[in-house]
C-alpha cells in the first residue's frame, strides 16, 4: 500500500522553527513531484511548496517564500519541510502529498496528486 507519514508537528512561540518530515512507504519518493499543503479550520487547504523528482525544482507559495525550505533524501526516502521565523498564521495542520512526475516538474493544484498523508498539526502560540 502507498503511505505518506507526516511527523515534526509541535506548539512553538512565534519566531521558532520546526522541521516536518514526510515519510514514504511502498514507492520511491525520487520518482515522484512532492508538495506540502496546510489547512486550518474554516479555511481552504492551501498550497505551500512542492519539490520535482529530480529536486531541480522547487517551489514557494507568497505566504512562506524565504521563510521556508523544502528538500529531500532519497536514502530515506522522505521529503522534508524546514520552516523558520513561524508566524501565528502558520497554525494549521500540514499535509504532504504524491504524484509521479518528470524530474522538473511542480504542481501547485492539489487535484495534481494521488497520494495524502493524514496530516500533522503545527500551533504557533505565546
Known amino acids: 500500500q ?3 507519514v507526516e511527523s515534526g508537528g509541535d506548539l512553538v512561540q512565534p519566531g521558532g522553527s520546526l522541521r516536518l518530515s514526510c515519510a ?13 499543503f496546510r489547512q486550518a479550520p474554516g479555511k481552504e487547504r492551501e498550497w505551500i511548496s512542492c519539490i520535482s523528482s529530480s529536486s531541480a525544482t522547487k517551489t ?4 512562506v517564500k524565504g ?3 523544502i528538500s529531500r533524501d532519497n536514502a530515506k526516502n ?8 513561524l508566524k501565528p ?14 524530474g522538473y ?14 496530516g500533522t ?5 505565546s
Do not use: K, P
Open 2 to 4: 502507498l503511505q505518506l
Open 24 to 36: 514514504a512507504s511502498g514507492f520511491t519518493v525520487e520518482y515522484y513531484t512532492i508538495g506540502w
Open 60 to 63: 514557494y507559495g507568497d505566504s
Open 67 to 69: 521563510r521556508f525550505t
Open 78 to 85: 522522505t521529503v522534508y519541510l524546514q520552516m523558520n521565523s
Open 89 to 102: 498564521e502558520d497554525t494549521a495542520v500540514y499535509y504532504c502529498a504524491a504524484t509521479i512526475g518528470a
Open 105 to 118: 516538474v511542480c504542481y501547485d493544484s492539489r487535484h495534481e496528486y494521488n497520494y495524502w498523508g493524514q
Open 121 to 125: 498539526q503545527v500551533t504557533i502560540s
